[in-house]
């Protein structure tokens, strides 16, 4: 069975203050690992997908980090807009096909001014 | 570009009922999932239609089902709800289903009784 695991539940930052999200999985046949971004009152919005080992993308201040067991979202000195909830999720499949996005429970951002 | 869009926004319903959510995708999107996100369990994948053809399935009973039309629509029924059935429900769209970023509607919020 496909596993996520998100730490911290929730995390309490100054603005410009940096840290790290941690999402550990164990999948079988991993396709894909994404990070989304939820808001209150909102569905999640797209933030990064990464494919293998070693991958790294970045937009903003944001950075995701992929290893064989993790992956990290990094946050550079953050603003108080970046305050939401931050999911992970893998995507598994094999023989061509593809399952449905197993997500962690999240990570729970406040960013204060 | 309109988004996914999700009707209704906000349903109350009591025990024993059933319920029919409907999700429009995005224009070209032929891939509709819908997930299930509680404050306990978070979001659990429930069904993914491509191409009016259920292809995935989560571990959900089977008083909930889905279908697609030919114009990529969708709508999902859960019948005989219970009161563990309250949640809000997420459709999510993109053209393939396969190794690319979902687009979330904001929910249907159903409330049961």
């Known amino acids: 069975e496909d596993q996520v695991t998100q730490s911290p539940e929730a995390l309490r930052l100054q603005e410009g203050e940096s840290s790290s999200l941690n999402c550990s999985y164990t999948?079988?046949?991993?396709?894909?690992l994404f990070w989304y971004r939820q808001d209150p009152g909102k569905g999640p919005e797209f933030l990064f997908t990464?494919?293998?080992a070693g991958e790294e993308k970045e937009k903003e201040r944001l950075k995701a980090t992929l290893t064989k067991k993790e992956s990290f979202l990094h946050i550079t000195a953050p603003k108080p807009e970046d305050s939401a909830t931050y999911l992970c999720?893998?995507?598994?499949?094999?023989?061509?096909?593809?399952?449905?996005?197993?997500f962690g429970k999240g990570t729970h951002l406040i960013i204060q001014p | 570009k309109a988004g996914v869009t999700q009707t209704p926004r906000y349903l109350i319903k009591t025990r024993g009922q059933q319920v029919t959510l409907s999700c429009s995708p995005i224009?070209?999107?032929?891939?509709v999932s819908w997930y299930q996100q509680t404050p306990g369990q978070g979001l659990q994948f429930l069904f993914e239609?491509?191409?009016?053809?259920?292809?995935n399935k989560g571990n959900f009973p089977g008083r909930f089902s889905g279908r697609q039309f030919s114009n990529s629509r969708s709508e999902m029924n859960v019948s005989t709800l219970e009161l563990g059935d309250s949640a809000l429900y997420l459709c999510?769209?993109?053209?393939?289903?396969?190794?690319?970023?979902?687009?979330f509607g904001s929910g249907t919020q159903l409330s049961v009784l």
């Open positions: 999510a769209s993109s053209f393939t289903g396969m190794d690319e970023k979902l687009f």
């Open positions: 999948v079988s046949g991993l396709r894909g």
């Open positions: 990464l494919y293998s």
């Open positions: 999720a893998v995507q598994a499949g094999s023989g061509g096909g593809a399952d449905g996005l197993t």
């Open positions: 224009s070209g999107h032929r891939s």
């Open positions: 239609y491509f191409s009016e053809t259920q292809r």
